[in-house]
């Protein structure tokens, strides 16, 4: 759809990719429309296109002239052994944010709440932004690793990084919420009073949270075969998402159905995989439906949690309150890519635009869109994850697409904005609450508390509303509180492949891409919107439990959770909820 949605020419586009230099003609054009068969319409192509897939003809490209499969099939070659690298290092870092959790819990020690200040900002470190320090740094001045290219495994180590690292820090987040829970279960407390070993412990405790995080590994890791294309092409390597948004541009459309199409089938088998891994982990007590609930124990949130939220709030308070006494448009080409001074306290851009008056104008701008997302995708997320019968294969599906091609064809449609990368970025980013929702879900449906209910005469709304919801609701706020950097992220991407927001609006993604190209001459260009991603990550992290607000996974609490849900106190006469 994309040809027929952005109402331009694709005869003219492959026209001038073949030949740039060439001012087509009527003829040309109606030739480069009979070669491609682009009078037939849309759908006629596409059934076309199909007809040949399954006898391994995915078409020739419409510049180049060269069979379509060889290439994808490289291209995924190379982002899957990507892929790999970026699991490997996410594991790594997950263990390593986790480990004092399952260090002191299974040496029943757990007497406080983590802050999670360190895994908030690992996730908010922009990936196309670590991507360029790390080639800058370990490629150029140490010269430890190639900065680009695609030849041999020291080529992996540092894209692996830059992808590895914030998804790692993310994965790591979420366990660590959920292994207090595990711990503090009733078959702990015995195997510690028997004598058990703290490290038997702690792989059963670990085989217990995990489910309830597995499902994150698919968008989280499997997602970057499409959506590493910043990353992809800042160390020049030939993957799938870099094919298929070249492709895309040049609306090159049998490369880019044919990459497509390789990313759904490699979302579904993955899908597949982590069901199974799940399932074997819960193993009889899910089927046997006598899988005990996890609630979150009451501990008390650690002494430096409303320290860091107080001091975050306070500084990006400061910083919004001075930039906005300043004009963020005011360009003075004099004052190019000056350091921080008095005049300019965050230094300029390369305009010699005040970055203090841009970061203040861009924080409610960016804070206020970077929420209206979460809160869409986390809403619908939700409410398709209840279907998990339904939804299951298009979450698996939705969760491998780049949300750039999302974005080129809103882009197509509306034209680059902030608003249509919004939409781009919802039409993908349900699909981490969906596998969320359901995973929890099915384990809560398993839950003996749940027979009880039925037994006792619960109806279907009463069990949603007073046993279902609550169990959800409070992981799936946790999940959106610490993806909220990740969405403002994703904006930057769009934004830096020049399909979100327009220059000169001053918003926190469009600075980190708009100065990524200065890094090395002026750096202190894209740490200061980074600096801010990070305290906003930190703040939206430390800020609900610091002031005091009710965990609606702590069984103290969950009267109130249910009130607040609207659900009823008691079950009721057998057959009415």
């Not at 490997?88 to 709440?113: Q, Y």
Request: net charge positive; with cysteine.
């Amino acid at each position: 759809m994309l040809p027929w949605l952005s109402r331009t020419d694709p005869a003219l586009t492959v026209l001038r990719a073949r030949a740039a230099d060439q001012d087509p003609t009527p003829a040309e054009l109606a030739a480069v429309r009979e070669e491609i068969g682009l009078d037939a319409g849309p759908f006629a192509h596409l059934a076309d296109w199909l007809g040949g897939v399954p006898r391994g003809d995915a078409g020739t490209s419409w510049v180049s002239g060269e069979p379509v499969l060889p290439e994808v099939t490289a291209a995924l070659g190379v982002s899957v052994t990507l892929m790999l690298g970026a699991l490997l290092v996410t594991v790594l870092v997950a263990a390593a944010v986790c480990a004092r959790t399952v260090h002191l819990g299974a040496r029943r020690r757990l007497r406080r709440e983590r802050t999670g200040t360190g895994a908030a900002v690992l996730a908010a470190l922009p990936k196309f932004l670590l991507a360029s320090l790390l080639a800058l740094v370990c490629g150029v001045w140490l010269a430890w690793f190639p900065t680009g290219g695609w030849e041999g495994p020291a080529s992996m180590v540092l894209p692996a990084l830059a992808l590895g690292l914030p998804s790692g820090a993310m994965i790591g987040g979420l366990l660590d919420q959920a292994l207090p829970a595990a711990f503090h279960e009733p078959w702990a407390k015995t195997w510690r009073a028997a004598g058990f070993r703290p490290g038997h412990t702690a792989r059963h405790a670990l085989r217990r949270a995990l489910p309830g995080v597995l499902p994150q590994l698919l968008p989280t890791v499997v997602g970057l075969v499409g959506g590493a294309v910043a990353v992809e092409r800042i160390f020049n390597i030939p993957g799938l998402g870099r094919l298929a948004l070249d492709a895309a541009i040049a609306q090159d459309l049998p490369p880019l159905q044919t990459a497509t199409l390789a990313l759904v089938l490699l979302g579904t088998a993955a899908g597949l995989l982590v069901q199974a891994v799940r399932r074997a982990l819960l193993g009889r007590a899910l089927r046997d439906r006598a899988l005990p609930a996890l609630p979150r124990p009451p501990l008390p949130p650690g002494r430096t949690r409303r320290l860091v939220a107080t001091g975050c709030t306070l500084v990006l308070l400061a910083l919004v309150v001075a930039g906005l006494l300043r004009d963020p448009l005011h360009v003075d080409t004099a004052a190019r890519l000056l350091p921080p001074t008095p005049a300019h306290p965050l230094g300029t851009d390369s305009l010699g635009r005040d970055l203090l008056a841009r970061l203040g104008h861009g924080a409610l701008r960016t804070a206020a869109v970077a929420l209206a997302v979460t809160a869409v995708c986390a809403l619908t997320g939700l409410l398709l994850g209840l279907a998990p019968r339904i939804t299951a294969g298009l979450t698996d599906v939705v969760a491998t697409m780049p949300a750039v091609l999302a974005g080129l064809l809103v882009t197509a449609a509306t034209g680059p904005s902030l608003w249509g990368a919004a939409l781009a970025v919802c039409l993908v980013g349900w699909s981490p609450y969906a596998a969320q929702s359901a995973a929890l879900l099915e384990q809560e449906r398993a839950g003996g508390h749940i027979a009880a209910a039925r037994s006792l005469g619960a109806g279907r709304l009463h069990l949603l509303r007073r046993h279902l919801l609550p169990a959800l609701g409070a992981p799936l706020l946790r999940n959106a509180l610490l993806r909220l950097p990740t969405t403002v992220l994703v904006l930057a991407s769009l934004g830096f492949l020049g399909l979100g927001e327009q220059p000169p609006t001053p918003e926190w993604g469009r600075l980190l891409s708009e100065n990524q190209p200065y890094a090395e001459l002026a750096p202190w260009t894209v740490l200061a919107p980074a600096c801010a991603l990070i305290l906003l990550s930190v703040l939206a992290v430390t800020a609900p439990t610091a002031s005091g607000a009710t965990d609606p996974g702590s069984p103290a609490d969950s009267a109130l959770w249910c009130r607040l849900l609207g659900a009823g106190r008691k079950v009721g006469r057998p057959g009415r909820p």
